[in-house]
């Protein structure tokens, strides 16, 4: 066995420990089961290294930003696995889940798919297909936002991979089978032993069954785009169309079919699930929904969004900054050593699981003062600066970033801005925001109540 050394972050007495808890045989499996956010977010007081078990196996949640920044930015130590072992199931040999050389080659060809130009001709779409969705909506009506945004952005997500997007029929389907198969991985994930997974049990056959049909849809629309080629401005045609430097060798129908079902999932759950905790910070935090009214009015005039509108709506992105820390999507992430090797004054054994929490990250009063406190201003001048490097890791870092993050963060603040323009959203007395840990951060039924806003000319001009 070899064994390396890691680059650590400044030089530093660090503290490690082990967590509280551990039962016999489980170990602190049925914590992550039952309360995983509680958990996690509970560890980093006790180190900045905290090794957890995991059945019989030993694994280290990695607490402090430079010990993160330490597994991030060293892939070839700390390679992808854990959670995304289970994720392959879903999303084949993709970009998100491939390892070493794989994922660089892949990387590399992909990249050029999310230049700025093409992030903006991707949001072209954006503020009209949010105005045809939110058009239905009717003063008084409730509805459930969580279930709305899902619906909005498997559509925009679908017109983003395919121009003319799903029929809904399919829509629904698909977005039905990516939220089943999305809570089955986090599950599978935890199992200790991966039995239970095995099983026939109902909810097994209902997760295979689902993750077969979403892939079977996405086939079905790559088979379709090589019959009737688009005019090469969807994510889908640049797909197709990219070439291996070394070879000239286009992306088979199966590596495309892995990327594409990858930006369905990570373009519509994440980006749903975000704007549904958006809405309901707002609606529980009038003062910072009108400051933001007050901005996207001055700065749209009435006028559908635009990307070139982003810059000016600052703190509109504060708003979205600081629902992504208190809601991460990726609110937990795994890393495997591929050497024995040290990290946080620990020698850690090669094959051995690390893991990291944005979620525990980003609720953490050493980094963040009153961490539960929504407070975009967090994000604004001075005080941005005043956030510890590394601190913020909503879509991780490193070469293993989110290579869509950019597109993400457009597409949410169009959609944003599009929505505040016409309409509030007013909680439902009594509703709990409960956020449901699956393979991303979901919230789970929100009721809110619709009230139509006009454009205020005095505010407008403020």
């Known amino acids: 066995m070899t064994r390396s050394r890691t680059a650590e972050a400044p030089e530093r007495a660090w503290t490690v420990a082990t967590a509280p808890g551990a039962l016999p045989l489980l170990g602190h499996t049925l914590a992550l089961w039952k309360d995983p956010l509680g958990f996690l977010a509970s560890l980093p ?59 660089r080659q892949q990387r590399r060809l992909i990249q050029p798919a ?174 910072a929904e009108e400051r933001m009214h007050i901005e996207i009015d001055r700065v749209l005039e009435g006028r559908p969004a635009t990307f070139d509108d982003l810059p000016r709506l600052e703190y509109t992105r504060g708003v979205i900054t600081e629902a992504l820390r208190l809601y991460p999507p990726s609110w937990l992430s795994t890393r495997v050593t591929s050497d024995e090797t040290r990290i946080g004054d620990r020698d850690i054994p090669a094959d051995t699981m690390i893991m990291y929490s944005s979620y525990a990250l980003h609720h953490d009063p050493r980094l963040f003062p ?40 457009a597409e949410t603040a169009l959609i944003v801005a599009t929505i505040a323009g016409r309409w509030r959203l007013r909680p439902v007395p009594g509703t709990e925001l409960r956020p449901l840990p699956k393979a991303t951060l979901e919230p789970g039924p929100l009721p809110m109540v619709c009230e139509p806003r006009q454009r205020n000319s005095e505010d407008a001009t403020a």
Not at 158 to 187: H, N, P, W
Not at 232 to 257: C, F, K, N
Not at 373 to 393: H, T, Y
């Open 45 to 103: 007081a006790h180190g900045d290294l905290v090794e957890l078990r995991l059945g019989p196996k030993r694994a280290y949640l990695a607490c402090a930003p430079e010990l993160v920044r330490t597994v991030l930015l060293n892939p070839r130590r700390f390679d992808k696995g854990g959670v995304f072992d289970k994720a392959r199931q879903l999303l084949g040999n993709s970009l998100s889940v491939s390892r070493g050389d794989d994922h």
């Open 114 to 287: 999310f230049q700025p130009s093409r992030i903006a001709e991707y949001t072209d779409s954006v503020a009209a297909d949010t105005t045809r969705a939110i058009s239905a909506w009717r003063a008084g009506r409730t509805l459930d936002v969580s279930d709305a945004m899902h619906v909005l952005l498997m559509r925009v997500a679908a017109r983003t991979l395919f121009s003319t997007g799903l029929d809904e029929r399919t829509t629904d389907e698909a977005r039905e089978c990516l939220r089943t198969v999305s809570q089955g991985i986090y599950k599978r994930t935890v199992a200790p032993l991966g039995i239970m997974e095995k099983l026939p049990t109902p909810g097994n056959r209902l997760y295979d069954r689902s993750n077969r049909r979403l892939r079977e849809i996405v086939e079905e629309m790559i088979t379709q785009r090589r019959e009737q080629p688009a005019d090469g401005t969807d994510l889908l045609s640049i797909l197709l169309g990219v070439e291996r430097p070394d070879t000239g060798e286009r992306l088979t129908d199966a590596e495309v079919l892995d990327q594409v079902v990858t930006f369905l999932v990570a373009g519509s759950e994440t980006t749903a699930s975000t704007l549904a905790f958006v809405f309901h910070l707002l609606g529980r935090h009038p003062g």
């Open 370 to 409: 009153d961490p539960e406190r929504f407070d975009p201003e967090r994000w604004l001048g001075d005080r941005a600066a005043e956030v510890p490097r590394g601190a913020l890791l909503p879509f991780g870092a490193g070469s293993h970033k989110c290579i869509g993050d950019v597109l993400a963060l």
